[in-house]
């Protein structure tokens, strides 16, 4: 093993020490990032400094990275536009007479609102403050109520637009509308399983979610047009990225100028909403591009050193099977997730792991289309992006970071926090069983790219 391939190694054994002991991770990848540069390059600071004053304009003049603030600025108004209270409504007055029927409610309008907001945490913060109050007030079990909305806050990060699928297509070089269009299905697939997660659950535990209250008519019909100015935004920004209407950062301004619209309309959002939806975009937006600036010093530093080149050559070595490999990266995606949140994993990890996937695609495993996955490499590049993004969520509701379940325990402050770890385990195993079925059978994600593109 060379020189520099220790050190790459050794500092990446370092940035795990520094996240394990709860290092930010933007902290994390700057510091072992310009060191590492620093000793590869012979301990000479001039060359790396050199290097570094370009790094933050090659990396932040990326015109697709426009679209991040715009996208989170569109979900913070959204949770200041009432958006989430009329879903809830809507959903509540279709969906709640049945028995668990207030839960699924819950995770209907998780699902609506994540399409208008692409962020879990806002998803389920959001959402929480919404169905707890009505979730309680019907006598649901703490596991059950509190399991439901902090699962349902994962959908926010797949159903488009999310900003961690933006991030990981920059990354892969992927088209960011090709990434919207492969997770519409799998969004729906996972709405579906958790519904009926939530049937199954109160099947056996009858207690845990008793049924809610019909609605009249009127109310129904109230309910239910409530919904339409949600469904038109939703419509027209990913509708219209979909066919080709405009461009993923024009979609996210539309987006923002009609919840804007609408949230002044309804009297929601006055100027200061507007100024503290405006300053929470700024932290969030200077936080992931800080995470950006710590993922580019990182990768400099590990590509020196040779580390993804040199796991690509093991794995690829290895003997095992391409599809064995894939399911090997997905698991070691679930266990990061223990210990970072999802945009971090995206970024240490995808530079990691693609390239193996890439070396793999045409290698001595290729099947008659030259492929061991049965696809070309840009279709592999899709689907390994939903299906990453799919594990990364499970990183949201799972010990001990669990930021989704951090945030409904601050809400649910009567629910022990165990309670709601157990209430998510159910959802867990849904989102094992979408991957199995999404692993099992691509076309699921990579139909729609190909009807909307063909």
């Known amino acids: 093993m060379s020189q520099a391939l220790l050190t790459g190694f050794g500092g990446l054994g370092v940035l795990i020490l520094l996240i394990a002991i709860r290092v930010p991770i933007a902290y994390a990848m700057i510091f072992v990032g310009s060191v590492g540069s620093i000793i590869l390059f012979g301990g000479d600071p001039a060359i790396f400094l050199n290097q570094l004053k370009t790094l933050g304009w090659s990396r932040f003049s990326v015109y697709d990275l426009s679209v991040v603030p715009m996208f989170v600025l569109m979900g913070n108004i959204s949770t200041r536009a009432g958006l989430s209270a009329d879903l809830f409504r809507a959903a509540n007055a279709w969906l709640g007479r049945f028995r668990g029927g207030v839960a699924m409610s819950a995770i209907a309008a998780c699902a609506g609102f994540g399409a208008v907001c692409g962020s879990s945490l806002a998803t389920a913060s959001t959402m929480g403050r919404v169905a707890l109050p009505e979730l309680e007030r019907f006598k649901y079990s703490g596991a059950l109520a509190t399991g439901t909305v902090a699962a349902g806050g994962v959908l926010g990060i797949l159903i488009p637009p999310s900003v961690v699928l933006v991030i990981y297509a920059i990354i892969v070089e992927a088209n960011i509308v090709t990434m919207f269009q492969a997770a519409m299905i799998p969004g729906l697939i996972a709405v579906a399983l958790f519904l009926v997660t939530i049937a199954i659950y109160v099947r056996f535990k009858p207690e845990s979610g008793p049924p809610g209250e019909a609605v009249s008519r009127e109310e129904f019909w109230s309910a239910t047009f409530s919904v339409?100015?949600?469904?038109?935004?939703?419509?027209?920004?990913?509708?219209?990225?979909?066919?080709?209407?405009?461009?993923?950062?024009?979609?996210?301004?539309?987006?923002?100028?009609?919840?804007?619209?609408?949230?002044?309309?309804?009297?929601?959002?006055?100027?200061?909403?507007?100024?503290?939806?405006?300053?929470?975009?700024?932290?969030?937006?200077?936080?992931?591009?800080?995470?950006?600036?710590?993922?580019?010093?990182?990768?400099?530093?590990?590509?020196?050193?040779?580390?993804?080149?040199?796991?690509?050559?093991?794995?690829?070595?290895?003997?095992?099977?391409?599809?064995?490999?894939?399911?090997?990266?997905?698991?070691?995606?679930?266990?990061?997730?223990?210990?970072?949140?999802?945009l971090s994993m995206i970024l240490l990890a995808v530079p990691f792991f693609w390239p193996v996937l890439a070396q793999l695609n045409g290698g001595d495993f290729a099947g008659a289309d030259g492929s061991p996955f049965g696809m070309s490499t840009e279709d592999l590049k899709v689907w390994f992006g939903i299906l990453a993004?799919?594990?990364?969520?499970?990183?949201?509701?799972?010990?001990?970071?669990?930021?989704?379940?951090?945030?409904?325990?601050?809400?649910?402050?009567?629910?022990?926090?165990?309670?709601?770890?157990?209430?998510?385990?159910p959802f867990f195993a849904a989102e094992i069983v979408r991957v199995a079925v999404l692993v099992s059978l691509p076309i699921l994600v990579l139909w729609l790219p190909q009807v909307l593109g063909g």
């Open 228 to 342: 339409l100015p949600v469904l038109i935004i939703f419509g027209l920004v990913i509708g219209g990225i979909y066919f080709g209407w405009f461009n993923p950062t024009p979609a996210a301004a539309v987006g923002v100028f009609l919840v804007t619209v609408y949230g002044i309309w309804r009297g929601d959002v006055r100027l200061k909403e507007m100024k503290s939806a405006l300053l929470e975009t700024a932290q969030t937006a200077g936080m992931i591009y800080l995470i950006l600036f710590g993922a580019a010093l990182l990768s400099i530093f590990m590509a020196r050193g040779g580390v993804p080149q040199a796991t690509a050559e093991w794995m690829v070595g290895s003997g095992l099977h391409p599809m064995m490999i894939l399911i090997i990266l997905l698991a070691a995606l679930i266990v990061l997730g223990c210990l970072m949140d999802s």
């Open 389 to 425: 993004l799919i594990v990364v969520e499970l990183g949201l509701i799972t010990p001990p970071v669990g930021m989704n379940v951090f945030i409904i325990s601050a809400q649910a402050k009567n629910v022990p926090m165990i309670e709601t770890f157990k209430g998510v385990m």
